[in-house]
């Protein structure tokens, strides 16, 4: 099967999983009387429909290079992309260790400061801007998940 013939199938198989995803979120839990967005379904509904709209344009860009007639080249081409691609994995696998060792805030600051380093080329490596950029990003996710909707985050011996 050919890349193209795959990507169509990957597509098609992705918003078959966000559909069932949508129709699974309406069975749980919700609270009477209170906003719809602080229902548990909510935000699994919302990422069911990101990804519905993501494998849409995943099919439609596969149509449209095969009818362009653009040729597919590797996803890596070099060695270094290569190692950066298995160097995320390892990140992300790592990810949820270190939140419980240090906490939600100081895992996820590490996470993103070092993947947002490590996936900057050389003219957009500022040290200080990567760093403040990280600390925005956390606790803009933390001040929205933790003290507004107060969803729980795991506890470590940081934040």
Do not use: C
């Not at 098609?12 to 548990?40: D, K």
């Not at 290079?65 to 060695?79: D, I, L």
């Amino acid at each position: 099967m050919t890349k193209k013939k795959l990507d169509v199938v990957a597509g098609i198989s992705l918003f078959a999983i966000a559909g069932l995803l949508f129709i699974a979120a309406g069975f749980m839990p919700t609270r009477e009387g209170g906003i719809a967005a602080l229902n548990t379904g909510f935000y699994p509904r919302i990422l069911a429909i990101i990804l519905a709209v993501l494998s849409v344009l995943m099919v439609l860009e596969t149509s449209r290079k095969e009818s362009a007639g653009q040729k597919e080249g590797s996803w890596w081409t070099t060695r270094h992309a290569l190692f950066m691609f298995v160097l995320t994995l390892v990140l992300l696998i790592l990810y949820p260790f270190v939140m419980k060792i240090f906490g939600f805030a100081t895992a996820s600051y590490l996470f993103i400061a070092t993947l947002t380093w490590m996936l900057s080329d050389r003219e957009h490596k500022n040290p200080i801007k990567i760093l403040l950029t990280s600390l925005g990003i956390t606790g803009i996710i933390y001040v929205i998940f933790k003290m507004i909707l107060a969803i729980p985050f795991p506890q470590g011996i940081l934040i």
